[in-house]
C-alpha cells in the first residue's frame, strides 16, 4: 500500500488486487496462484482506478502487448512514438514479427506479472489476434506496420500508452495514454505491410 496525507495525517491508499478481476474465478488453479502471488506487497502495486483500466483492455479476441523500454523514453519522445510509430525489430527474412518485441497474451493475470516485475517504462499496444496470425479468413487481416526507409513502424494507433513501472506504487498519472490509439481498425493502403506471423499466402 501506498501512504497518502489528510490534514497532515497519512492515509493508507488501497492498491489494485488482481484476485478481485471480474475474471479470477475463470481462471485455472495455477493462474489464480499466480495472481495471489503477484498481489503480494513485494511486487510493485497498482492504484484501484490504473488497475481497472488495465484490466478493462482484455477483450475476446485481442491480445495485450509489453515491450520493456531498455533506456526511459522523454515526454518529447513518446509524443513522437505516438505520432510516428514504434519502431520495430525486424526477423531473418527482414520482415516485421511483432513477438520480436512484446510479450504478447490474452491473459490478464500473466500480463499484469509482467508489469509488478518489470521495473522499467514499458510500451503497451492492443491488437486484434486476426492481425497477428490467428486468423481464418484473408478478410478479416489486416496489414499494422509503415515502412520507412528501410524500418518498419507499429501504426499509432495500436499503442495503447506507455506506462512507468519503476516506482512501488503507480498511479493513473505514470500513465500517457496515446489520443491515436483506436480500439477497432479499418483502413485500405496498399504501401502498409502485414506481420511476418501472418500466413503470405492468406495475403496475396
Not at 17 to 25: A, P
Not at 77 to 93: A, Q, R
Not at 161 to 184: P, Q
Request: contains cysteine; proline residues 3%.
Amino acid at each position: 500500500m501506498s501512504s497518502l496525507k489528510f490534514f497532515g495525517l497519512p492515509i493508507k491508499e488501497k492498491g489494485y488486487k488482481i484476485v478481485n478481476s471480474r475474471g479470477y474465478l475463470t481462471y485455472s488453479r495455477s493462474m489464480q496462484a499466480w495472481a495471489k502471488e503477484y498481489d503480494k506487497s513485494k511486487y510493485m502495486a497498482l492504484s484501484e482506478d490504473l488497475g481497472e483500466q488495465l484490466e478493462a483492455l482484455f477483450e475476446e479476441g485481442y491480445v495485450v502487448g509489453i515491450h520493456q523500454l531498455i533506456n526511459r523514453l522523454s515526454l518529447e519522445e513518446v509524443n513522437e512514438c505516438f505520432k510516428k510509430g514504434f519502431c520495430t525489430l525486424k526477423n531473418v527474412e527482414d520482415l516485421p514479427d511483432i513477438n520480436l518485441d512484446f510479450e504478447l497474451t490474452n491473459l490478464f493475470p500473466m500480463f499484469m506479472g509482467q508489469l509488478k516485475t518489470s521495473n522499467r517504462q514499458v510500451l503497451l499496444t492492443k491488437i486484434p489476434e486476426d492481425y497477428i496470425g490467428y486468423a481464418i479468413n484473408k478478410e478479416d487481416i489486416l496489414p499494422i506496420y509503415k515502412k520507412r526507409n528501410n524500418d518498419y513502424y507499429l501504426l499509432p494507433e495500436y499503442i495503447y500508452g506507455v506506462l512507468d513501472c519503476r516506482k512501488d506504487f503507480v498511479r493513473m498519472g505514470d500513465l500517457i495514454k496515446n489520443n491515436t490509439y483506436k480500439n477497432v481498425h479499418g483502413y485500405e493502403d496498399c504501401e502498409l505491410i502485414y506481420d511476418a506471423s501472418v500466413n503470405s499466402e492468406m495475403v496475396k
